[in-house]
């Protein structure tokens, strides 16, 4: 038996932030970036919260540390807050249902739910059960998973993402596209989470582009912010696969953002899981076929598995080039010793990380080696 259930309240559409009021108790703590803040952005959540008191920890930074969670547990404890808010990126999110998580292990504070609203279309946080939680020193991101970690309730809000820069838009719409499609390959897909990744997909090669260029395409940031949520949907429940794998360990050690560690290796992996082979091969694996779905569902297929998959992977690298993405970690400045010295432990790293379970493919630590040899340079042999 299967089971597919919705834990997160979605609320979505003009008004959504009105649900803010429906917040039980007195005491909120909005956990946020300093960005939302300076911005005044705040004010789009705190204008909810009237009559009730709230505190603010706005020390959130790209790719929360340890150190911080622990500091934000210990405000959180001081405040004792009776809900939690958590608005911004996957960062801001992350950390507030880390620090809930490890609160509550610390049994100091009874289990408090917490509204996740995100300010990126990227991570799909505010529906799943993970967390991503770095450590600095070792250059590792932990992905926390545990059903606790589920907000309550999400709340999708276009206004909160017009400010969103270009960058952030390439980078946040590639990690939606990559959890789409690690989650439609996974070896837990069923037909639910197949409807979500597939609308989410579809979704993305439409209107990424668009809402790259225009902040003010309100439809096209509204339905990428609605893929992201989907997305999120079908991985919280099929997980993801070596392409984060690899990005939690590059993420940490590199400092590339996740979304465009996602991308780069994107092209490299699914050409990888789908182990096409020799001209002559006829017998194609599931991964091969499911992307080859794909690529009908985006209008490039061609009614032939490898066609197909070929021709997703180029439109996945024409997008990228559309947004001006670099393609290569030689690109990012990444200096090519820092690479070599770091390669053999992100292989390590990622056949260790709990993504690699569901992928497609065995992986071996060659394998991953030999994906980040290409994704240095990024000269893609496939094409
Ligand atoms: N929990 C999960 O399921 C999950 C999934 C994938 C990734 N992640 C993690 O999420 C993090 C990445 O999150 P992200 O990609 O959303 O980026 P982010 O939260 O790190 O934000 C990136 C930048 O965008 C800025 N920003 C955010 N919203 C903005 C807005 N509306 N206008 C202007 N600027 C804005 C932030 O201030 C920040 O500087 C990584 O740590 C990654 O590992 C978590
Ligand atoms: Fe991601």
């Known amino acids: 038996m299967e089971k597919f259930e919705i834990k997160t309240s979605i609320r979505f559409g003009e008004g959504a932030l009105e649900s803010l009021r429906e917040i039980e108790g007195n005491k909120i703590f909005i956990v946020t970036d300093p960005f939302m803040v300076k911005s005044g952005m705040i004010e789009m959540v705190t204008r ?15 790719d929360p540390s340890v150190e911080l969670v622990t500091k934000g547990v210990k405000e959180l404890l001081e405040f004792e807050p009776d809900a939690a808010v958590a608005l911004g990126g996957g960062s801001a999110i992350d950390e507030a249902k880390a620090i809930l998580h490890f609160a509550g292990r610390m049994g100091k504070l009874p289990r408090i739910g917490l509204t996740a609203i995100p300010t990126t279309s990227g991570t799909g946080s505010e529906v799943t059960s993970f967390a991503v939680i770095t450590d600095r020193d070792k250059g590792v991101k932990y992905p926390l998973v545990d059903a606790s970690l589920l907000p309550e309730c999400a709340i999708l809000d276009v206004d909160l993402v017009k400010t969103v820069p270009q960058s952030v838009v390439a980078d946040t719409g590639m990690d939606v596209l990559t959890h789409a499609l690690e989650a439609y390959v996974s070896v837990r897909a069923n ?9 989410a997909v579809v979704t993305v090669f439409k209107y990424l582009v668009r809402s790259f260029k225009d902040g003010d395409d309100r439809e096209a940031r509204e339905q990428m912010h609605d893929a992201s949520c989907m997305a999120g949907l079908a991985f919280d ?4 696969g070596l392409n984060h794998a690899i990005a939690h360990n590059i993420g940490g050690k590199l400092g590339v953002p996740h ?35 794909l690529a009908e569902l985006v209008g490039v297929g061609s ?13 996945i690298r024409r997008m990228q080039a559309q947004m001006k993405m670099p393609g290569s970690f030689k690109e990012c ?9 770091a390669e053999d432990d992100i292989a390590k790293g990622a056949l260790l990380d709990q993504c690699i379970v569901t992928n497609p493919r065995v992986v071996t630590k060659e394998d991953v080696v030999e994906i980040l040899k290409k994704t240095y340079h990024g000269q893609h042999q496939s094409s």
């Not at 909810?48 to 790209?62: I, R």
């Open 48 to 62: 909810h919260l009237a009559g009730k008191q709230y505190k603010v920890f706005d020390e959130v930074e790209p």
């Open 191 to 199: 037909a639910f989470t197949d409807a979500l990744a597939e609308k």
């Open 237 to 240: 429940r099929t997980s993801l």
């Open 259 to 293: 979304g465009r560690t996602n991308a780069i290796l994107l092209p490299y992996v699914i050409e990888f899981n789908a182990e096409l082979g020799d001209f002559g091969k006829k017998e194609f694996n599931r991964a091969a076929e499911k992307y080859a779905v």
């Open 303 to 315: 009614g032939n598995v490898r066609a197909g998959v070929k021709n997703l992977i180029r439109l």
């Open 333 to 341: 400045g990444i200096i090519p010793d820092k690479y070599r010295e």
